[in-house]
């Protein structure tokens, strides 16, 4: 191998980090450069030419947390307890899912991320789950790091692969959930209340979503390092077939 190539083999994969003005974001930006990524957060905006060059330009989508999305996306009304939304930001972090699915680029999407990308491949949500249903409590009141309860995993999943456990416990906040998975997608992980907390594409090699917010507790569990660390493998062996 001369210089160049491996200069090039060495280049880490550019993810792109959708952006947000809540601290998940830039907890997301650290975990994805201490796993080995290169991070570029993707602005908000930009028409379907821009968004598509996005998706070209990174080798890995990093769906981040934050607020609600509108349910005229997934053929709803909104509910009393809908939230806030942000018009700019669901366009275009659907826009982009559905072109990084359409070119097969890996995808790790975080608590307003599995969400995105549910309605993004056609699924559904419920809007308020205090309000559409009962269980668990889903808004944690103890600091983020804290592991408030427990997932049950699918056995042979690519979440069970990297968790390397059929239960661990996890932190949570949300009060919108998966209603519906869409289709070419399947439910992995559930609250023991059912509800839906991580899902992944069936064809592609990786594409997972989680309900919980591994960004917040990579420093002090192992199963959120992880998922970091196999997303941003997952991107290299992407970008490395993509350059043969």
Known sequence: MDAVEATVSMKKPVIGVTSSQEDGAVNSTECTMRAGGLPIIVPLGGEMPEISQYANLIDGLLLTGGA???PS????????????ITPERDRLEIRLTQECLRLGKPIFAICR??????VAAGGALYQDIERQ???????QQAPATYLAHTVQVTPGS?????AGAEEFRVNT???QAVSRTADGFTTVATAKDG???????????????VQWHPETSAQVD??????FEAFIQACKESKAGEEE
Do not use: M, T
Not at 73 to 84: S, T
Not at 195 to 209: D, K, N, R, W
């Open 113 to 118: 991320g599995i969400q995105v990308l549910n």
């Open 73 to 84: 996306y997934f053929g709803e009304e909104p509910h009393r307890g809908l939230g806030r």
């Open 158 to 162: 690519l979440l069970h692969r990297i």
């Open 133 to 139: 249903c009962e269980g668990l409590q889903h808004r």
């Open 173 to 175: 906040f949300h009060h």
């Open 68 to 70: 609600d999305i509108d």
């Open 195 to 209: 509800i839906i907390e991580a899902i992944e594409s069936v064809s592609h090699p990786f594409v997972l979503g």
């Open 222 to 227: 192992e199963i959120s390092r992880k998922l």
